[in-house]
């Protein structure tokens, strides 16, 4: 058998063995929306209607948020949040992925909110985000991290949690290791700990690590269903934007209670949300979000080869978060570091034009960059894989200032240059030489090119020292034009994604269940056809990264049915 095979035969064994643990495939997360069948379809002939599909299924979210901050458990976490920080203790939000990434956006927000307010400078080092694989996976994502909840006590052991400290673990499934594991280190040593996530309970238990959080005693739970997603399995979607609407307010909330002034009741934040969904369906940003896809997607056809950048400097962070997303959902190349001349060069990326990189990386954290040195002998007593133990991923702090999000000179040609702007001071130098100027809670451009094309979002009203506000529109529409702009390309069959990147077992299975949905075979043959295909890219030139092991499967079992 040639090496290639027996690889791809050992591999796809392994992943048998162990199937049930991940074959997540009856997970309310994991299923169709009725609202959004025929998707792709739309956005190849009309990308208005594709961003109406989308936003029809963002206006469920208002209502699961009044639902839940109305429970004892969203009452519970505000209590706890500002009793921990009282009492000189640590408040910490835990994920993976997308919710990783909204956990270091909190973290980022609180601190750069009590960097402008002196009067807050004692409380802004005392609230961390924790992510698989840590502040490189923003960036790029850690394959297999989220896999192990050894490694998610080891991350947060490392921030010191301990008891009178507060943590709330967010995982969109309910199912991700790497989050449980946060989450048990945390009641280990006596932290007040809290599980948030999106899946109906009865859906949950039948997984075993779901189960024994769930019935924990200990933990407080607040479950945020909020249905299907918009693109099945995408769950950086409602699933993450309903969890920063209500966590995201709750520490707002907390961080006004803290500086003496006015606090708003929690009704008050549902009315806002509700009312930044409503005016998001209204024209001005539609055009917006249309304009912007169209033009993103004419950049992405076949033949083009275009790339996007986009520039921002308080929503920085936040624009990141979805150009990074785009790679595992799409597969499309990730954030190229400097000097890595191999790897394809990123369809998108964001810099802040206005910093050199290690500074850019500190302002848009709120401190210095975070990264992981665990060594060989670290992952051996944690029981990683061999190939971690024997060859540990880089993610020290050296290895992430690597990615160059400042103002240095640029990493190729860009064909379309994206500024957005917002409340944040300074953010009009953002604009200077945008060929689209996206003004977001209501901002006005001041400096903008002659020739700069600009979008006005609505306002949000009065927003918080956090702008939790101007935060939510941000993912919103952020979301919302990444998605379309893949579909309109053909990224997505119906709201299936088809492209997806198989980068941990959750996606695994994803993949593989697609397989079967589309060429009616059982799970075994899709899981042995989808490696194949993924030993065969791996071992394939640096470009070969950039392609989906999903879809390509799909596309030769096609041509193989004829």
Same mark, same amino acid.
């Given at each position: ?36 069948? &025929? ?32 429970? =004892? ?23 993976? &992925? ?10 980022? @927000? ?28 923003? #960036? ?61 309970? $009865? !859906? ?11 019935? $924990? ?134 810099? $802040? ?10 302002? !848009?954290?709120?401190? =210095? ?53 917002? @409340?944040?001071?300074?953010? @009009? ?6 060929? !689209?100027?996206?003004?977001?809670? &209501? ?9 700069? #094309?600009?979008?006005?979002? =609505? ?59 589309? !060429? ?43």
């Amino acid at each position: 058998m040639p090496a290639a095979a027996a690889e791809s035969t050992r591999r796809a064994d392994t992943f048998l063995a162990e199937a049930k643990l991940f074959q997540l495939g009856g997970l309310l997360t994991e299923q169709q929306h009725p609202k959004t069948l &025929g998707l792709a379809e739309a956005a190849a002939t009309d990308l208005g209607q594709a961003v109406a599909m989308i936003h029809a299924v963002d206006q469920d979210l208002p209502g699961v948020m009044a639902d839940a901050v109305a429970r =004892p458990q969203a009452v519970k976490m505000g209590e706890s949040i500002l009793r921990s920080l009282r009492a000189g203790r640590k408040v910490f939000f835990t994920g993976c &992925g997308a919710t990783g990434r909204l956990s270091l956006l909190l973290e980022s @927000a609180w601190r750069n909110a009590c960097a402008a307010e002196p009067a807050m400078a004692a409380y802004q080092d005392r609230v961390f985000g924790v992510m698989a694989g840590g502040d490189f996976a923003l #960036i790029k994502s850690v394959e297999g991290y989220e896999d192990y909840a050894v490694f998610g006590k080891r991350q947060i052991a490392d921030l010191g949690v301990e008891a009178g400290d507060t943590v709330v673990a967010i995982t969109e499934g309910g199912e991700t290791t790497f989050v449980i594991g946060t989450a048990h280190q945390a009641v280990d040593v006596g932290a007040e700990t809290f599980f948030v996530y999106n899946n109906p309970d $009865d !859906m949950l238990r039948p997984v075993a690590r779901s189960a024994a959080i769930l019935d $924990d005693d200990r933990v407080a739970k607040l479950n945020l269903t909020t249905g299907s997603m918009a693109v099945a399995g995408s769950t950086r979607m409602q699933a993450t934007s309903i969890q920063l609407a209500v966590v995201g307010a709750i520490l707002e909330r907390s961080w006004a209670l803290l500086a003496g002034g006015e606090a708003e009741p929690m009704s008050a934040y549902v009315e806002r949300f509700d009312h930044l969904v409503e005016q998001l369906a209204d024209a001005p940003a539609r055009s917006a979000m249309v304009d912007l896809a169209g033009r993103e997607a004419a950049l992405y056809r076949p033949g083009r080869d275009g790339r996007v950048l986009y520039r921002a400097l308080g929503l920085l962070l936040d624009v990141m978060t979805d150009t990074t997303e785009r790679s595992p959902t799409f597969s499309l190349p990730a954030f190229r570091r400097k000097g890595d001349t191999d790897a394809p060069l990123s369809w998108s990326f964001v810099k $802040d034009p206005t910093r050199p990189t290690p500074d850019a990386w500190r302002a !848009m954290m709120g401190r =210095p960059v975070r990264g992981i040195d665990w060594t060989s002998q670290d992952y051996e007593r944690m029981g990683a894989p061999e190939e971690v133990v024997a060859h540990p991923p880089k993610l020290d702090r050296a290895t992430i200032e690597r990615f160059e999000i400042g103002h240095e000179p640029e990493d190729g040609p860009f064909d379309l240059r994206v500024a957005l702007t917002g @409340a944040a001071l300074g953010d @009009a130098a953002a604009q200077p030489g945008a060929d !689209m100027v996206l003004c977001t809670a &209501g901002s006005e451009p001041s400096g903008a090119d002659p020739g700069a #094309i600009v979008h006005r979002l =609505p306002g949000v009203g009065v927003d918080g020292a956090l702008r939790w506000g101007e935060r939510l529109q941000a993912k919103l529409v952020m979301n919302t034009l990444s998605t379309v702009s893949m579909a309109a390309t053909g990224r997505l069959v119906s709201n299936w994604m088809v492209h997806v990147r198989c980068s941990n077992k959750k996606l695994i299975d994803r993949g593989i269940r697609l397989l079967r949905t589309q !060429m009616d075979i059982d799970y075994e043959t899709a899981c042995r056809r989808l490696f194949d295909t993924i030993v065969e890219l791996e071992q394939g030139p640096p470009s070969a990264s950039a392609q989906s092991p999903v879809a390509l499967t799909l596309q030769r079992l096609q041509a193989e049915r004829g």
